[in-house]
């Protein structure tokens, strides 16, 4: 037997590396600069491109530029630096420019506490850009997913052209676990859409068969324009109201229609139908040791572990919930995400457990939880 | 050489502005330099500055305000061959400050033209970064009250080593700023010039008094000479060549027979410094070169040296969900403030636990036995005992073995395992 030892930040690092990740641009910021030593690691020697932003808005804007210019680009922080990301956040959403962005969540508001975990930021990510048109996040449940979801995160951010999110947790991100490398798998990465051939390029042009514009770097051989002012498809301002709003709509369009090609999740069911646990994250591991203490099939629930948080994947949820009296949402945030449940599942009993003061939820709280469900 | 002007969509400044003289500058200084369009890039902030891009047929990309030259940075490193080029307006200065201080430390290949018309033109003609305090804005006396901001000067102490002050009337200006574009690193070029549609409505300005305010101060035409150095871009690349790559995640086999089937949950309590993670993490090795599965989950304050340090590590023979723990199989308290950060775990151990504590240490009450070991008299430094103790565990053949252990030292310390193990001496007696 062989495994190694690592923690959730080196592994959203190789992930992203191989994914073909050659652009990185970070701010310090506990819990995430570690990505950022890793990546300062990885990428120099490859002939790819890692440095140290002035700030946090410098960061993912050379990202941006980055991006542009045909790299695939990551940045990491946390909470605090996400606030200060969202303007340039808004841009990557409206003007289409792929990149991952990982926000390695600890203990607010503000500053919080640096070292603490939490999941405070699962409506932030969803919201935190003005215009509030849809973004992708993915929320690794531990190391091989971290490993798996960033190089996820890369293969839709290429395809759809849009910002994806990755929902870290220092309680992830700085938790090392024995790995079997065999789980550490690569997967292959879309491209940007190629434009549409035998036309002059219009950059944000697309097609009856594909939603997303057809790409070509800045630099490349085609002169492009990137703009973020309400643009048409040729990149220049625009004040027509029925494009503005066929823009707005592909803009959701392209995630909310393609979200089952991409909703990840596990399903633990258990013989005990009527109540249904529904977590992410590191939480989810709690809730699994529950179900492990009872053997399994046992167990006084049904878990579904949803690593698609957004766009939200209302099919599984409403396809998991089917059987199920009673609905427990189980957050490490004062309620956030049970919101999304209460408006998908709204003819059912949703009920929310969850805190937030640095502590994982415990097997034992869980189970208290059920019980007095 | 052809123009780089988009013969469709023509300037649509102010008459009068300077923002128009300077579209036709940057085109013949391209035009000089013999740019073609696929080669040059045009990043622009906002406000009046920012229409630039659209005047252009070269590569664009217009973002958001202040923020152009992080785009730049990266579009740059990215394309090397490429000549970026931002205009950016003292709006874009005094917003962006941060950005064009990096600029000019970092010293890429970006040439920034600061099309300079003391105020905000697009908004309502409100004080920028360099309004003079004697200005007439949209910003009430609030202008009056600050000190406007040298742009030149303060690239100098940035670091930029190719700065320009002109006026934006002066004949040769394609020329200079021909000349700012063709110098590899980053080159600033303040160009004054005039808003007609906001700020000489109540304010006078001409082109004489530009060259005026001008030629009272430093003079600005070209190399920094304490600046100059090598380019950023070219830099990096050249360091990046030696830099070695990281090998892949280290591969550790199992190779030992743990102890005990059982699960191990095991607590390290220690002050910072204590070198706690660092046992955890040898404990993990450990466990790894056993077979078993290990988690690590690590508390401690964002101070570094100082506060509690917590790692809590669990082996098992299958997959580790929840990874805190409610009740420690061992305890290793080597510090105060651990022990007092998790004071309640004590009183959970179980009657088989074991608790392996510094002599001196203050523990609360608990149900199991607790070995006392006397680092002090040892003389075995604070920083070594959290590791100290590990090997009393790994002599008594409880969690781990010594060969367990001694395995992870030379994964972890390649090159001191044998020194550290000599170290820690062979402790405590029965
Ligand atoms: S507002 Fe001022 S800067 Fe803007 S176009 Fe008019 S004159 Fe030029």
Redesign the pocket.
């Known amino acids: 037997m062989v495994h190694c030892l690592m923690d959730g930040n080196e592994a959203v690092a190789r992930g992203a590396f191989a994914a073909g990740c050659r652009f990185f641009a970070g701010y310090p910021i506990t819990p995430a600069s570690s990505i950022f030593d890793v990546m300062m690691r990885l990428l120099p020697p490859a002939g790819g491109i890692c440095i140290q932003g002035e700030d946090e808005i410098a960061s993912i804007g050379s990202c941006l530029g980055a991006s542009m210019a045909g790299l695939k680009a990551m940045t990491a922080t946390s909470g605090p630096g996400i606030s200060l990301y969202s303007e340039q956040i808004s841009f990557a959403v409206g003007s289409e420019i792929p990149i991952v962005i990982v926000d390695v969540q600890r203990l607010g508001p503000s500053t919080g506490s640096a070292t603490r975990g939490a999941d405070g930021d699962i409506q932030f990510l969803r919201w935190g850009n003005s215009g509030g048109l849809p973004v992708i996040v993915l929320a690794p449940v531990d190391v091989t997913d971290c490993f798996r979801l960033t190089q996820h995160a890369f293969d839709l951010s290429e395809r759809l052209r849009c910002p994806v999110f990755i929902a870290s947790n220092k309680e992830i991100a700085l938790t090392r676990e024995s790995v079997d490398p065999e789980q550490l798998e690569t997967i292959s990465i879309g491209k940007r859409p190629a434009p549409v051939p035998g036309k002059p390029f219009l950059p944000f042009e697309t097609s009856p068969e594909n939603p997303v514009p057809g790409f070509l770097p800045i630099g490349g051989e085609t002169v492009v324009r990137q703009t973020s002012s309400t643009h048409g498809i040729d990149g220049y301002i625009t004040t027509d109201p029925a494009q503005i709003q066929d823009f707005r709509q592909r803009l959701s369009k392209k995630l909310l229609d393609a979200v089952d090609t991409y909703t990840f999740f596990d399903y633990f069911p258990s013989a005990s139908k009527d109540l249904l646990v529904i977590t992410y994250g590191v939480t989810a591991r709690s809730a699994r040791a529950c179900l492990k203490a009872f053997g399994g099939r046992e167990g006084p629930f049904s878990l579904l572990v949803l690593k698609t948080l957004w766009p939200v994947p209302e099919s599984v949820i409403r396809e998991k919930a089917e059987a199920a009296k009673r609905v427990l949402v189980l957050e490490m945030n004062m309620g956030q995400y049970v919101r999304e449940i209460q408006r998908v599942l709204d003819s059912k009993e949703v009920r929310f457990f969850g805190r937030m003061n640095g502590e994982l939820l415990a097997p034992s709280d869980i189970l208290e939880a059920c019980r007095h469900g | 050489m052809d123009s780089l002007l988009n013969p469709n969509r023509p300037p649509?400044?102010?008459?009068?502005?300077?923002?128009?003289r300077l579209t036709g500058a940057l085109d013949r200084a391209l035009g000089l330099l013999n740019r073609k369009a696929a080669r040059v890039a045009l990043v622009t902030d906002i406000?009046?500055?920012g229409?630039f891009d659209t005047f252009f047929k070269t590569h664009a990309f217009h973002g958001l305000h202040g923020r152009a030259l992080t785009y730049a940075a990266g579009m740059k490193l990215a394309r090397p061959e490429l000549t970026v080029v931002v205009t950016m307006?003292d709006g874009g200065i005094g917003i962006g400050g941060a950005h064009f201080l990096a600029a000019c430390r970092r010293n890429l290949d970006i040439t920034l033209l600061i099309?300079n018309?003391f105020?905000f033109?697009?908004t309502g003609?409100q004080m920028s970064a360099t309004t003079p305090p004697d200005a007439v804005t949209g910003s009430g006396f609030l202008n009056r009250l600050e000190h406007p901001l040298d742009i030149c000067e303060t690239a100098k102490a940035a670091g930029a080593p190719y700065v320009g002050r002109y006026s934006a009337f002066e004949k040769d200006l394609p020329e200079k700023i021909a000349r700012a574009i063709g110098h590899e690193g980053f080159s600033l070029v303040d160009i004054w010039?005039?808003?007609?549609?906001?700020?000489?409505r109540k304010n006078r300005i001409s082109p004489k008094s530009i060259a005026a305010q001008i030629s009272r101060r430093p003079a600005f035409d070209g190399a920094v000479a304490e600046n100059t150095r090598q380019e950023y871009g070219a830099l990096y690349r050249e360091t990046a060549r030696h830099a070695p790559p990281l090998p892949p995640p280290r591969r550790i086999e199992a190779v030992f027979i743990p102890p005990s089937t059982k699960r191990q949950d095991v607590v390290l309590l220690g002050n910072a410094g204590q070198r706690i993670l660092t046992a955890g993490e040898i404990l993990c090795l450990a466990g790894m070169t056993g077979g078993l599965q290990v988690t690590q989950k690590n508390e401690y304050n964002i101070t570094v040296l100082r506060g509690p340090s917590v790692s809590e590590v669990i082996l098992s023979k299958e997959r580790i969900d929840y990874t805190g723990i409610e009740t420690p199989s061992v305890v290793i308290a080597v510090g105060q403030e651990g022990v007092r950060r998790r004071k309640g775990l004590f009183k959970k151990m179980p009657p088989d636990g074991l608790v392996l504590a510094a002599e001196g240490l203050e523990l609360p009450d608990c149900p199991c036995e607790i070995r006392l070991l006397p680092f002090k008299k040892q003389r075995i430094r604070s920083r070594d005992q959290a590791l100290a103790a590990l090997s009393v565990l790994a002599r008594k053949n409880r969690v781990l073995s010594s060969k367990m252990l001694e395995a992870a030292l030379k994964i972890r310390f390649p090159s001191q395992a044998s020194r550290i193990l000599e170290t820690i001496p062979q402790c405590p007696p029965e």
């Open positions: 649509v400044f102010c008459p009068g502005c300077t923002h128009e406000g009046c500055s229409l307006g099309l018309n105020n033109g697009m003609g010039g005039i808003c007609p549609g906001r700020y000489t």
